[in-house]
């Protein structure tokens, strides 16, 4: 036992012996010179979009300069920026894009030069403004190339030029719309595109098919079907039928054939249960179904009406929070309950890109949906109003 314990003792010596001895760390890095670089953080993440509504209104945007690398910085660094107009063309051409350079008099620099001062790193956040009305045009979109054009160290020059991509839109409140079609109060909430013309259930059952004219206006309706007050939702699919839930039972959904003139033909039903969704969006080739917990799943559907099971997914959380969600060209529109509408990017194998505000105040419509580009919103007085949509801007429907 006493033999046990000086063995102990003997190890836990050495032990705070090695603990007790300096190491010595070396920060000297081998090369680290190449990478003391000047460069831009905001060039990371190029481009750098920005909506801005055309008003009187000056906006400031922020940039920097900043000294990579693990090396101390020993001198006062000067920088010097500049918008190098010729950097839009290639920059076009590199990405397969058309932006325009950003007009003259619109922009002004309000710090061309800085420094970055001994034993600091950056220049601190610096500004240049924006002027908007009398100088861009709503939903286009500008490109402002601003630069590191001299400095008194190295220069990173893959990010030496920070991209500004600059899209006006329509003041808050000023946006323009039509008005498409005079519903009245009492015409429901159930329309939706077809092929560019209007089918819209009657709260007592009738579909009507309301022809489109040549000015973004819709004609007096005809009836082409009766007895649709049985379907909870009712939507255009695949461009050759619709498709309806019942509102009774468990949620079945069937199909009905229809030609382009609005006439029927056959029907079968073709799914099961579908009153576990709160909302089901058509989308391409599926069905987007939202459950009450706001899970979003995908059900791939073919033209003869039958699922593809094993595809059948969850692709989304969160989307309860949504008041109206509508597909639009290769993405979905999002409406909170606030009136904040956001765009979601989506693939066809249901991945997800990056979700955009792309508008506000459009809480003041109890149906939104869309017609080719364009998008149709119905009021509380039954009035339908286009909008000639384009996502690229913002869309503030109030002051």
Known sequence: MKKILQISSLIFCVLLAGCSKKVDVDL??????????LYMPQAVANPIVNS??????VYTLKYSAYLGGSLDN????????????ALVNEFNLKNGTSYKPMPAGSYTLVNPEARINEGSKSTGILSLTIKTQGFIQPFQSYLLPVSITAADAKVNSDLSTTYFLITGSYAPGEVPREKAYAFGANAGAMFFDFNGDIIGRSPNGPLMLYPANTNGTFSTPRQIGAGWNIFNTI?????????GRFAAGGGDIAQYMIDKNGNFGASKTIGFGWGIFTKIIPYKGLLLGIDGAGSMAMYPLDAAGNFDFGRI?????????????????????????????YQFPLADDGTFGNKLKVGSGWDMYTLVFSAGKDLLALDAAGDLWRYKF????????KK
Do not use: C, H
């Open 235 to 243: 939507f255009y699919y695949g461009g050759n039928r619709l498709i």
């Open 28 to 37: 000297n890095i081998q090369g680290a010179e190449n990478y003391s670089k």
């Open 390 to 397: 384009n996502p690229i801007g913002f869309w503030p429907l």
């Open 313 to 341: 997914k969850t692709i989304g959380s969160g989307w309860g929070a949504f008041t109206q969600v509508i597909p639009y060209e290769n993405s979905l529109l999002a409406i909170e309950a606030n009136g904040d509408m």
């Open 74 to 85: 020993n001198n006062n660094i000067n920088v010097k920026f500049g918008v190098i107009e």
């Open 52 to 57: 801005i509504s055309i008003t009187p209104s």
